[in-house]
T-cell receptor
Framework: SQTIHQWPATLVQPVGSPLSLECTVE??????LYWYRQAAGRGLQLLFY??????ISSEVPQNLSASRPQDRQFILSSKKLLLSDSGFYLC?????????????FGQGTRLTVV | DAKTTQPPSMDCAEGRAANLPCNHS???????VYWYRQIHSQGPQYIIH???NNETNEMASLIITEDRKSSTLILPHATLRDTAVYYC??????????????FGKGTLLTVNP
């Protein structure tokens, strides 16, 4: 069966510090991968998606970047965190190439920038 | 631009059916309607999806109007664990390798004892 792992579950970081959130998927190959953010009291916003190793698409301009160094690994990074980067970050994956398929989400990382 | 409209909140008594409405008046002919839910502080969970016909699975039923401009998610016997934010999403039928879900604010369903 397929599983998705995200860590850490919670993180408190000072303004200006770097960030690295990691997501890995098991039990599947060549998935589509996604990073979402949910700010307090707001809906889920798609930040990045990837259809393959080294292929990253950004949905919104921001202080964050994403990388996919391996097929089932997706990393969200920042060189210098801002207060506005606080939120609930979710990684997700889906099967590539099927016309109607759901996305599977990790349990999320709650980031607080102080 | 979520392309869907949902009430911000609803209440339901435990054991009763919960009917969650969604308007998607600009849906195109090849777009699916998906429903997800998000229990507090967890990742969203897929519930069900449909194109034209009504659908049913072990979690819920999805009723799509004939003109496809609205749909209703039905939880037949709501439990306290069904308290969550429910998202109705219209997803383009890409046929390719991209898959983007655009979430709105959803409906907070509170199941009361």
């Amino acid at each position: 069966s397929q599983t998705i792992h995200q860590w850490p579950a919670t993180l408190v970081q000072p303004v200006g510090s770097p960030l690295s959130l990691e997501c890995t998927v098991e039990g599947t190959s060549n998935p589509n991968l996604y990073w979402y953010r949910q700010a307090a009291g707001r809906g889920l916003q798609l930040l990045f998606y990837s259809v393959g190793i080294g292929q990253i698409s950004s949905e919104v301009p921001q202080n964050l970047s994403a990388s996919r160094p391996q097929d089932r690994q997706f990393i969200l990074s920042s060189k210098k965190l801002l207060l506005s980067d606080s939120g609930f970050y979710l990684c997700a994956w889906s099967v590539k190439g099927q016309l109607n398929t759901e996305a599977f989400f990790g349990q999320g990382t709650r980031l607080t920038v102080v | 631009d979520a392309k869907t409209t949902q009430p911000p909140s609803m209440d339901c008594a435990e054991g009763r059916a919960a009917n969650l409405p969604c308007n998607h008046s600009t849906i195109s002919g090849n777009e699916y309607v998906y429903w997800y839910r998000q229990i507090h502080s967890q990742g969203p969970q897929y519930i069900i999806h449909g194109l034209k016909n009504n659908e049913t699975n072990e979690m819920a039923s999805l009723i799509i109007t004939e003109d496809r401009k609205s749909s209703t998610l039905i939880l037949p016997h709501a439990t306290l664990r069904d308290t969550a934010v429910y998202y109705c999403i219209v997803r383009p039928r890409s046929g390719g390798s991209n898959y983007k879900l655009t979430f709105g604010k959803g409906t907070l369903l509170t199941v009361n004892p």
